[in-house]
């Protein structure tokens, strides 16, 4: 993936050096989600057909392969859940089982309204990266979050 981004950079700084066009940079504020709309700071809005994605800011989807079990050493946890073929009752706090293999999770990116991003211009000017956000992503709300 870093070596994509570098190629990328790359790529538009030779193009924009061929084309005697330097490569602009523009931070921007989303501004609209569906569709995404991002304001810059030169006053223009960049619409979503005029941008192109980078995995740092657009939820997408990898594989992981994961080898553990459930972990029963903290007595607090509500261990209400359910398997295959057996109805969702209380589990006594002693239950572990192997968790294991390749599992599909998605990485949750996308932009939200009010966040800062880094975009680059493509040559010619008709299309912008959205390289990154400024900050750490603002809709981080997963259930093991603890506030600090």
């Known amino acids: 993936m870093y070596s994509d981004l570098v190629r990328l950079i790359k790529k538009i700084s030779l193009e924009a050096v061929a084309n005697g066009e330097p490569m602009e940079v523009i931070m921007g504020t989303v501004i609209g989600i569906n569709p995404l709309k991002i304001k810059g700071d030169n006053a223009t809005d960049y619409l979503e057909e005029d941008l192109i994605l980078t995995h740092l ?71 912008f990266v959205v390289l990154d956000r400024i900050d750490d992503p603002a809709d981080v709300k997963g259930e093991w979050i603890n506030a600090t």
């Open 57 to 127: 800011v657009r939820d997408y989807s990898v594989d992981i392969t994961v080898q553990h079990s459930t972990d029963s050493i903290f007595g607090g946890w509500d261990t209400n859940h359910g398997h295959p073929n057996v109805s969702q009752a209380p589990i006594p706090i002693e239950h572990e089982h192997e968790y294991k293999g390749r599992k599909k999770i998605i990485i949750h990116h996308k932009l939200v309204e009010g966040e800062k991003v880094i975009l680059l211009k493509l040559t010619g000017g008709q299309r």
